[in-house]
């Protein structure tokens, strides 16, 4: 209040310092604040630790320097972990070391000492386990038992060595792993039944392992032949499904689930070769009694098993083992055109005889949707040919009709063995995915695969039956009409479509054959595919086929009438017309952009078959700049302007070339005169675009060529009329203060000057003496620096004045 009072009464005899004076008095304020505020928290920080320190009962310890660096290591490997790979590599070692002893030193010893040696170590071996166990050594009595186990192998084969010399080594082999897996699984049950909670998991575990071994052994030790040692392997396979049903312990049925997918695999491999290389029913018989047991097996772990998807998958396979098993009977009883259709019915009637819980059943219908999708990849070969065939008609056009469609197909290519009955198997698994599917979700893709397999199934026929080549074609028009019909609707609607056009592709080639059949079924086409998208049906793809059928029909009445191929191309510019046309019209954007697509693509064509006749090509040039540029009429396709032009200059060109003109000027102002209007409606249109944006392409167009012969064209017209345009482009640019033509028009003036003046300035470089040039050079450099030091001064002098207003 009192400063206010100074202020307001005795103003004339108070002294107030200037701003800047002011303004640094406050920072240095400022400053001395902030120090004081850093040395008080530094203050309060050190009190406080002074309090922590004094309220803790025991002195402080100092960190050490590594404790410091981070956090506490932690261990990579937990004690059990190091434990059991401690256990594991001495039971492994052990092992090895009593594998040595009885293979390398055993002759050391005489037969009792082998005996004595041999029984005591592996008894005392098997026997350890149990005071292991009751210390509570659960982990070192796995290991030991181990060795003990790996002890009775040797033992076994020491027994081989000495005692049992003269034994056939296959049925020694059978009768020794029968009494290991028996005297494992025993010794796993004795050490089960001591008091106390701990056990062993080892020994019933590897008595199931072993127990492999004997079925399969006994087996070939009697003499047995395939069909049998088969099936001892699926009947193992049936015992391993039976232990890991039924056994309660983890480890067991782990062993069992291992060894049941082996031997199970193994066994219907065998018993599918088995059913390949049968020569007669009852070879085929056996083989597929072997298969039935296999589906057995299966089905029966199938109802037994605890889990849905395990149910699921031992349903479908013992469901396919069954019909591979009737399969292999039917390929030697039945015509081999009609083995496919049988195994086919077997597959079908699956679905109606399955029975069982919710998981069985799915597994059976799975099984049932492989083996029909196994007969679909049989008959592909058919389609394929029937489809991509034809193709080959491309290289030999009308050279004469085929004697019927199965030869029309197969001009480079060769009909599958077994085919006739593909149309059949076809309709059939098309009739199943119609009917059997009712699953929302899946019913618009059942629809879509029963449409595809009946298109299939249609098109293949008259190959298949051999009929004649123009009912065929009649056939494949017929398919192209029906899969085009309006009353398809959804994802159907799109996968007909595909198919028409797929189906097309094929006839037409098929038509190539004869000319008569060339143009009717081409002009067939594009009316058919014209009617499909009046009516709407997929508008884009049916207007852009119908051109494009339209195009192919035109060239093929051009070959028809005799005509060269650059006259052809005049012809097929009707296309490009149509197509402008019909885009005009309001309708879809997809559809326009289809038809204007397909109308380029037909355009392209004309010029291509133009290629040969250069003024020919210049009036199809021409004519498709005059298409563009009645496009370019329609307000959302003023781009196709740009085109337009692009083809009047080629067009222009060509035909300059056609007239041996090598004048670079003919070529480049065509150019530039267009785009230099452009660039002037631009900038009239919009005055803040650049002069290089709007005069830079055009100027460059016709500068750049005209430049570079001048360098090479010892007259004086060109360089002349050059230096006149870029006097003129410089004045020009200076006037209107445009860069563009400044730039570019004083660039061209200079190079052109020095072009002219290049003789003179070497006589005058040999007339001067040899101290000019560096003189020269030298005076630059010294006016450069006098400028940049004139230029440093200014702005010290700017600088200066600053401070003093400040």
């Known amino acids: 209040m009192l400063s206010v009072v100074t202020r307001t009464t005795l103003r004339p005899m108070t002294y107030f310092p200037p701003p800047a004076e002011e303004l640094r008095f406050l920072d240095n304020e400022l400053r001395q604040l902030d120090a004081r505020r850093a040395q008080l928290l530094a203050r309060r920080a050190w ?9 803790q009962p025991a002195p402080p310890v100092w960190p050490s320097r590594t404790a410091q660096a981070g956090p506490a290591a932690r261990p990579e490997a ?11 590599l001495g039971g492994v070692l052990l092992t090895v070391a009593a594998m040595v002893f009885t293979l390398v030193s055993w002759g050391h010893l005489g037969i009792a000492g082998r005996s004595l040696v041999l029984g005591a170590v592996t008894l005392a071996v098997l026997g350890s386990p149990v005071a292991l166990l009751r210390r509570g050594l659960r982990s070192t009595a796995e290991s030991v038992a181990g060795l003990g186990l790996a002890l009775t192998v040797l033992d076994a084969y020491a027994l081989r060595e000495v005692v049992f010399t003269s034994a056939d080594g296959t049925t020694y082999a059978a009768a020794a792993s029968t009494v290991l897996a028996a005297l494992w699984a025993a010794y796993g049950t004795a050490l089960g039944a001591l008091p106390g909670p701990a056990t062993l998991r080892l020994p019933h575990p590897a008595a199931v392992a072993v127990a492999q071994l004997p079925p399969l052994l006994w087996t070939i030790a009697l003499g047995g032949g395939p069909l049998t040692v088969t099936a001892a392997v699926l009947l193992t396979t049936a015992l391993d499904a039976v232990v890991a049903l039924r056994v309660s ?3 067991v049925r782990l062993v069992a689930v291992v060894c049941a997918s082996g031997t199970g695999g193994c066994g219907v491999l065998a018993a599918g070769l088995l059913c390949l290389g049968a020569s007669g029913p009852t070879a085929a018989a056996r083989a597929a009694a072997l298969l039935l047991l296999a589906a057995a097996i299966a089905l029966g772990v199938a109802r037994c098993a605890p889990r849905p998807g395990l149910a699921t998958a031992m349903a479908a396979t013992g469901a396919v083992c069954g019909v591979a098993g009737v399969g292999g009977v039917l390929r030697v009883s039945v015509p081999g055109d009609w083995v496919v259709p049988a195994i086919l019915a077997c597959g079908i009637a699956l679905t109606a005889a399955a029975r069982g819980s919710e998981a069985v059943r799915r597994g059976v219908a799975l099984a049932s ?17 029937t489809v991509l065939g034809p193709a080959a008609w491309l290289r030999h056009p009308w050279s004469g009709a085929p004697a019927d469609a199965r030869a029309a197909v197969t001009v480079d290519a060769f009909w599958p063995p077994y085919a006739v009955t593909v149309p059949l198997i076809l309709v059939a698994v098309a009739a199943v995915s119609a009917t059997a599917v009712r699953s929302e979700e899946w019913r618009p893709r059942a629809s879509a695969a029963a449409l595809t397999l009946t298109w299939a199934a249609v098109l293949v026929t008259p190959t298949a039956l051999g009929l004649p080549y123009v009912v065929g074609l009649l056939i494949q028009g017929i398919v192209v009409a029906a899969l085009l019909v309006p009353a398809l609707r959804g994802p159907a609607a799109r996968t007909a479509t595909g198919l028409a056009l797929l189906t097309s592709l094929g006839l037409a080639f098929s038509s190539l054959a004869t000319e008569p059949a060339t143009l009717v079924v081409l002009g067939s086409l594009t009316v058919v595919f014209a009617g499909a998208a009046w009516r709407g049906r997929q508008a884009p793809v049916s207007a852009a086929a119908a051109l494009g059928w339209a195009t192919a029909l035109a060239c093929a009445v051009g070959a028809s009438a005799g005509w060269r191929p650059e006259h052809t191309a005049l012809l097929v510019l009707v296309v490009p017309v149509a197509s402008a046309l019909l885009a005009a019209r309001p309708g879809d954007s997809a559809t326009t952009t289809a038809v204007e697509v397909t109308g380029s693509v037909a355009g392209l064509v004309a010029i291509g078959l133009a290629v040969a006749d250069p003024p020919l090509l ?3 040039l021409s004519l498709c700049g005059v298409i563009a540029a009645g496009t370019a009429v329609r307000p959302d396709r003023r781009e196709a302007g740009y085109a337009a032009v692009v083809l009047f200059v080629l067009a222009s060109w060509v035909r300059l070339a056609a007239w041996q003109v090598d004048i670079p000027e003919a070529y480049t102002l065509p150019v530039t005169v267009p785009a230099l209007l452009v660039g002037a409606l631009r900038r009239r249109r919009d005055p803040a675009a650049s002069s290089w944006t709007a005069y830079g392409p055009g100027l460059t167009v016709t500068l750049l060529p005209s430049l570079a012969a001048v360098w090479s064209d010892p007259g004086w017209t060109r360089p002349l009329l050059l230096g006149a345009a870029g006097l003129l482009l410089t004045l020009l640019g200076a006037r209107h203060r445009l860069r563009a033509p400044l730039v570019l028009g004083g660039s061209v003036l200079a190079l052109v000057t020095l ?3 290049a003789p003179y300035l070497v006589q005058v470089t040999d007339a001067l003496p040899r101290w000019v040039p560096p003189a020269l050079a030298g005076l630059l450099l ?12 200014d702005v010290r002098r700017v600088r200066e004045v600053l401070g003093r207003m400040n």
């Open 47 to 55: 009190l406080v630790t002074t309090l922590q320190q004094a309220a």
């Open 78 to 88: 937990t004690a059990p972990g190091v434990q059991n790979v401690l256990l594991l």
């Open 249 to 251: 312990e983890r480890p």
């Open 369 to 385: 949707g492989v083996v029909q999708a196994g007969a679909v990849l049989w008959a592909v070969p058919a389609v394929g040919v």
């Open 618 to 620: 210049a009036l199809v």
């Open 755 to 757: 072009h002219e003046l």
């Open 782 to 793: 010294l006016a450069l620096g006098a400028t940049y030091e004139r230029r440093l001064r």
